[in-house]
């Protein structure tokens, strides 16, 4: 699991933004959100999380995401889709 200090740090989030069930129930996703947070590979997996028919519910062989862990997920890639400034090279 990804410490809250991180998730907030990495994400630049409020800590009221925090996804504390997401981080809980979900870990290995919460590291995959961090890991992809500044990359533009982030879209597509936000994408495949939210869809219907992605990992978010629909398929045949997952049952979707709990409510509460869905707005979570919806919720970072609002923030995610707000412009950042660039990291200085």
């Known amino acids: 699991m990804v410490s809250r200090e991180v998730v907030i740090q990495t994400l630049k ?51 979707g995401f709990p409510e509460k862990v869905w707005w979570e997920i919806f919720g970072l890639f609002e923030l995610y889709k707000k412009p950042r400034p660039k990291s200085a090279k």
């Open 13 to 63: 989030c409020l800590p009221s933004q925090y996804p504390q069930t997401l981080n809980e129930k979900f870990p290995h996703i919460m590291e995959k959100i961090v890991k992809l947070w500044n990359s533009p590979e982030g879209e597509d997996y936000f994408a495949d999380l939210l869809q219907p028919n992605g990992r978010g519910g629909g398929r045949l062989d997952r049952g």
